[in-house]
């Protein structure tokens, strides 16, 4: 699946989960901005992903996190997860390194 479409769905479950209206964004962006997000037809900048977790109530990584869950097929989140843990211990040996 296409990763705009990965994001968008899972910008639009974690809204609903969080019972939030495309409405409600309406202090950091426009409905038929959240709405094409979910859709897939647009792409989110870093800083409209923090605005749009703030008001979610998640930290912005949760949404990237279901957005390559999603996009990868992953049925659980456990492969995910583990992929991230053996890159950042990698990460923190490379940075004791220096």
Same mark, same amino acid.
């Given at each position: 699946?296409?990763?705009?479409?990965?994001? !968008?769905?899972?910008? /639009?479950? +974690?809204?609903?989960?969080?019972?939030? #209206?495309?409405?409600?964004? !309406?202090?950091?962006?426009?409905? #038929?901005?959240?709405? +094409?997000?979910?859709? !897939?037809?647009?792409?989110? #900048?870093?800083?409209?992903?923090?605005?749009?977790?703030?008001?979610?109530?998640?930290?912005?990584?949760?949404?990237?996190?279901?957005?390559?869950?999603?996009?990868?097929?992953?049925?659980?989140?456990? /492969?995910?997860?583990?992929?991230?843990?053996?890159?950042?211990?990698?990460?923190?040996? #490379?940075?004791?390194?220096?």
């Amino acid at each position: 699946m296409d990763i705009n479409k990965a994001f !968008g769905n899972a910008l /639009k479950k +974690s809204r609903k989960e969080k019972k939030k #209206t495309q409405e409600d964004f !309406g202090i950091v962006s426009s409905r #038929t901005y959240i709405s +094409s997000l979910e859709r !897939g037809l647009q792409s989110v #900048t870093i800083e409209k992903l923090e605005e749009i977790a703030a008001v979610i109530g998640v930290h912005p990584m949760i949404l990237l996190y279901r957005s390559y869950c999603i996009k990868d097929g992953f049925k659980s989140g456990e /492969k995910i997860i583990e992929i991230l843990k053996n890159e950042l211990l990698l990460e923190k040996a #490379t940075a004791l390194k220096e």
